[in-house]
């Protein structure tokens, strides 16, 4: 009784600690399988999505990376595939301007020898023409000097005068 009575004169009831210690125990245990226990488990669920979203990041940033590096190779094969392109394309317009060059050329020669045909056939027309004058010309000299009829003069001997003619200007 010393322990009642010590404890009494601190002002604490056995009985009543005891039951408050036996319903501590019990909301203890009640909290700890209703509420510690899913509260932990939910706290575990978290941190294990948290650590698995955070693996899933690290490897989404190295994948990330990984894209990094390949999109710039494939930039720089495109960019190489550009300017072999370009030096191609540049090639071909050589070609294609010598090429054009060389027709334009050739068009030039042969207006400049259609030129000088078309310049032939007028010189030789104009020739013609005035040999053809200088015939009738001649034939009429002849038939004065001679004072003949023109149809007795023949006509054998008015060629011949022409092509003397012709010789000499030659």
């Known amino acids: 009784m010393e322990e009642a ?5 601190l002002g604490i009831n056995w009985k009543l600690f005891l ?6 125990f019990i909301l203890l245990l009640v909290l700890r399988f209703f509420v510690y226990k899913p509260l932990l488990e939910t706290i575990k669920k978290r941190n294990a999505k948290i650590k698995e979203g955070l693996e899933k990041a690290e490897e989404a940033d190295i994948r990330l990376k990984e894209v990094d590096v390949i999109a710039k190779d494939k930039i720089k094969v495109a960019e190489n595939k550009s ?4 030096k191609e ?6 070609v ?22 078309s310049a032939l056939k007028q010189k030789e027309e104009s020739e013609s023409k005035v040999y053809g004058q200088a015939f009738e010309l001649v034939k009429k000299i002849v038939t004065k000097t001679v004072e003949l009829k023109p149809d007795l003069i023949d006509q054998k001997l008015v060629e011949k005068a022409v092509a003397e003619v012709k010789k000499n200007e030659i």
């Open 5 to 9: 009575g010590l404890l009494g004169q």
């Open 19 to 24: 039951s408050q210690t036996v319903n501590f």
């Open 83 to 86: 300017v072999e392109i370009i």
């Open 89 to 94: 394309t540049e090639g071909k317009a050589k």
């Open 96 to 117: 294609l301007d010598q090429q054009i060059q060389q027709k334009a050329e050739e068009k030039q020669k042969e207006i400049n020898e259609l030129l000088r045909q």
